[in-house]
């Protein structure tokens, strides 16, 4: 089945700062969100970007399906980014399954 | 437009018995995705409903099993629950077709004792 890797696993940064997170994808797939899931577990939409380039605020992300992999940016790093940024691919196997990737824990410093 | 509503938030059970969750997706979405959140195994797809058809299913026993209604409320059950589906259950729902952006509830946290 499709494989989907996040990275880093970890990241800690200082208020301020700038930060790439990567999703690779082992094959193809209809669309792509990332999610940043806060403390109380519930999972916040930040994109939905099946290819190209979108950006909310200090948030931006880029999918290149034909190379497999999205790249999340977030800039100016705020303490309320903290928590677990998620990649999740979909595809269609006659109806829709989706596979998450494993998460960047991300912790940003005061 | 109210969101994705999941009951009950909180559920204890003990070995063996078995539970019913519960989904409203958004107005108008007619598919709904559960998913299962595990501090060792992450994220993983249950199934997915489409118009009262499960459409595509994840690797779980037959424990795990649900349902859609016509007004798209969705229903997943576990029997002979195991300490091993302690979890957090998150569904999602989406329009269904080829824009299947998914929004999530805020999920459902079952303890086995």
């Known amino acids: 089945g499709i494989q989907v890797e996040q990275s880093p696993p970890d990241l800690i940064l200082q208020e301020g700062a700038n930060s790439t997170l990567r999703c690779n994808f082992s094959?193809?797939?209809?669309?792509l969100q990332w999610f940043h899931q806060n403390p109380w577990g519930q999972l916040i939409n930040l994109f939905y970007i099946p290819s190209g380039t979108k950006q909310n605020g200090r948030l931006s992300a880029t999918t290149v399906a034909t190379e497999r992999y999205s790249l999340l940016y977030i800039s100016s790093s705020q303490t309320t980014d903290s928590g677990v940024y998620f990649c999740a691919v979909t595809f269609n196997t006659g109806g829709f399954k989706t596979i998450f990737g494993a998460g960047t824990r991300l912790f940003v410093k005061a | 437009k109210a969101g994705v509503t999941q009951t009950p938030r909180y559920l204890i059970k003990t070995r063996g018995q078995q539970v019913t969750l519960s989904c409203s997706p958004i107005?108008?979405?007619?598919?709904v995705s559960w998913y299962q959140q595990t501090p060792g195994q992450g994220l993983q797809f249950l199934f997915e409903y489409f118009s009262e058809t499960q459409r595509n299913k994840g690797n779980f026993p037959g424990r795990f099993s649900g349902r859609q209604f016509s007004n798209s409320r969705s229903e997943m059950n576990v029997s002979t629950l195991e300490l091993g589906d302690s979890a957090l259950y998150l569904c999602a729902s989406s329009l269904g077709q080829t824009n299947n952006e998914q929004f999530f509830g805020p999920g459902t946290r079952l303890t086995v004792l």
């Open positions: 107005s108008g979405h007619r598919s």
């Open positions: 094959d193809s797939v209809n669309n």
